[in-house]
């Protein structure tokens, strides 16, 4: 057997335990099962395409044979597939050259994984019910099966907190997972080069910019989301999946405009401080920062390109 595919049967395994660990009911087994399209992500820039279809192949039929198929097809078509595709494109389309422009930019990389956050989200959507109020009543009986023994402040109205919140909890999650997907794609690409296996040259990532024509089809989304139903509820996921692009690139532009400055590890630890304990509000802000910098170029302005370039981050 090829050495790929023993690669691809092994990241297989780790990501189908990852997934299992969300079976615990813990805090540690949901952050494990954000972790989980690693494996395939990893076993694709390292080991080649094939590798990590192996790798998500091996995951679903674990997870459909341990605890169900509904289980594997679900890990499937919204984590493992999409992350596959995603590296896939990344090896193909972008990092040609050194400065990272080939026949898909890296920016164009990041609409990808808002469309495909997007498609997971639905996915997720149409796995709870048929219709959009099917959806919001399968999540609010979850929401309330969560809070039945958590310690709620004394006053608070718990049905309206899982009525209002199991409107929005969807919606952010396309958010979160179009990051999440930017972010497991820089980190895997990090881990394999630093083992000497990434086939490309590395990118200069903070220097990602987003196609010009988003902000048409963010608009386009804004529109579709005030309709009533389902198409309201696919045009809000869409509108939060292309959030998320718009704080990766604020995040590009918070790190590339802190090169060369001597303070920039307080800045950038202080901004992930913040992030931590004001979460939505920073990313509200950043994803502002990223829009801004998609019409106006803030990174080209005088004194806004950094002095001393590197393509680390």
């Known amino acids: 057997m090829q ?29 494990l099962l954000l972790l989980a399209p690693l494996p395939v992500t990893l076993a694709t820039l390292s080991w080649g395409s094939r590798s990590g279809l192996v790798a998500a192949a091996t995951a679903i039929a674990i997870l459909a044979g341990l605890a169900g198929i509904r289980l594997g097809l679900a890990f499937g078509v919204s984590m493992a597939l999409p992350a596959w595709g995603l590296a896939y494109l990344a090896l193909a389309g972008f990092a040609a050259t050194d400065k990272g422009q080939g026949r898909i930019s890296l920016g164009s990389l990041i609409v990808v994984a808002a469309l495909l956050s997007t498609f997971s989200a639905l996915f997720t959507m149409l796995s709870m ?48 997972t179009t990051i999440m997907s930017a972010g497991g794609l820089w980190l895997s690409g990090r881990i394999a080069r630093m083992s000497g296996r990434l ?50 690139q604020g995040f590009a532009v918070v790190h590339y405009a802190t090169r060369g400055n001597a303070a920039r590890p307080m800045i950038l630890g202080l901004v992930y401080l913040l992030l931590l304990f004001l979460s939505w509000i920073v990313l509200a802000l950043v994803a502002l920062l990223g829009l801004i910098d998609l019409f106006f170029n803030i990174r080209g302005l005088p004194g806004g390109r950094s002095q001393s370039p590197n393509t680390t981050n």
């Open 199 to 248: 086939p490309r040259p590395w990118p200069d990532v903070a220097a990602l910019r987003l196609p010009h024509w988003l902000p048409i089809l963010l608009g386009g989304a804004c529109v579709v989301s005030l309709l009533p139903g389902g198409f309201g509820f696919a045009g809000q996921l869409l509108l939060c999946s292309l959030i998320g692009a718009f704080i990766v």
């Open 129 to 176: 019910g048929t219709s959009y109020e099917n959806v919001v009543e399968s999540t609010e009986k979850a929401l309330q099966e969560m809070l039945r023994d958590a310690p709620v402040p004394a006053g608070t109205d718990t049905t309206a907190f899982v009525h209002n919140f199991s409107r929005f909890m969807l919606p952010m999650s396309a958010t979160l």
């Open 3 to 31: 050495r790929d595919i023993l690669i691809g049967l092994a990241a297989g395994l780790a990501a189908a335990l990852l997934v299992l660990a969300i079976l615990s009911g813990s805090m540690l087994g949901f952050a």
